[in-house]
Structure formats: structure tokens, C-alpha cells
């Protein structure tokens, strides 16, 4: 089992910056891509950004390309999500998820492929 703990959430203005982070217990993430979700009120669960356990490779979704930044700490097991040029449509609850994986250069995207998730943290961004 892994328990995923997110942190870092808050309210911030528009253009302004703000890092999540996803602290990892009951068994090492070093085998374990990791992802970022979103959610939004009335709206479903996206994708936002996903990292492979060795590091090397990473992905994101179109809406945060650029802006958004994940990277990870295999030795603190724990996942960052570092967030600029912040939008009001980026208001969400942000939870990490993480896929045990054999292979160093898998980037999973989509929520079904993931086995652990996060309580997630509240990100609002005003106007």
C-alpha cells in the first residue's frame, strides 16, 4: 500500500506561482510513475502532468505546457508540482496518483491507469 499525502495548495492572484507537493509513505515511489489530476467544480478529473519513476521522462497536458513544472525526489519520496503564470481556470483540487511500474519511461495520463491516490489539496486562483 501507498498513502499519498498532497500539500502546498492555497489561494493565490492570477500570474502568481505556487508549489504542490506529494509526500509518499508505506513503501517506496522509486518503482512508481506519478501523476498530477485536477479536478474542478462541475467538471471531471483531468490529467495535468506525469513524471516516470526514474525521472527522465515526463509529460503534460496542453493546458499547463509551459507553465507547469513536475519533478520528483526519489530519496524524500515525494513528488513536486511547481505551478506559474497561474489562470483562474486553474482553480481546482489537485491529487496525486502513482502507477507501479517496471519500466523507467512510463508517463501514464490517463486516472484508470493509476493505483494510489491522494486526498488532494485546494488550488484557487483569483482574478
Known amino acids: 500500500q501507498v498513502q499519498l499525502v498532497e500539500s502546498g495548495g492555497g489561494l493565490v492572484q492570477a500570474g502568481g506561482s505556487l508549489r504542490l507537493s506529494c509526500a509518499a509513505s508505506?513503501?517506496?515511489?522509486?518503482?512508481?510513475?506519478m501523476g498530477w489530476f485536477r479536478q474542478a467544480p462541475g467538471k471531471e478529473r483531468e490529467f495535468v502532468a506525469a513524471i516516470s519513476w526514474s525521472g527522465g521522462r515526463t509529460y503534460y497536458a496542453d493546458s499547463v505546457k509551459g507553465r507547469f513544472a513536475i519533478s520528483r525526489d526519489n530519496a524524500k519520496n515525494t513528488v513536486y508540482l511547481q505551478m506559474s503564470s497561474l489562470k483562474p481556470e486553474d482553480t481546482a483540487v489537485y491529487c496525486c496518483?502513482?502507477?507501479?511500474?517496471?519500466?523507467?519511461?512510463?508517463?501514464?495520463?490517463?486516472?484508470?491507469?493509476?493505483?494510489?491516490w491522494g486526498q488532494g489539496t485546494q488550488v484557487t486562483v483569483s482574478s
Open positions: 496518483a502513482a502507477k507501479y511500474t517496471t519500466l523507467g519511461t512510463v508517463v501514464p495520463h490517463r486516472a484508470i491507469e493509476y493505483d494510489y
Open positions: 508505506g513503501r517506496t515511489v522509486s518503482r512508481y510513475a
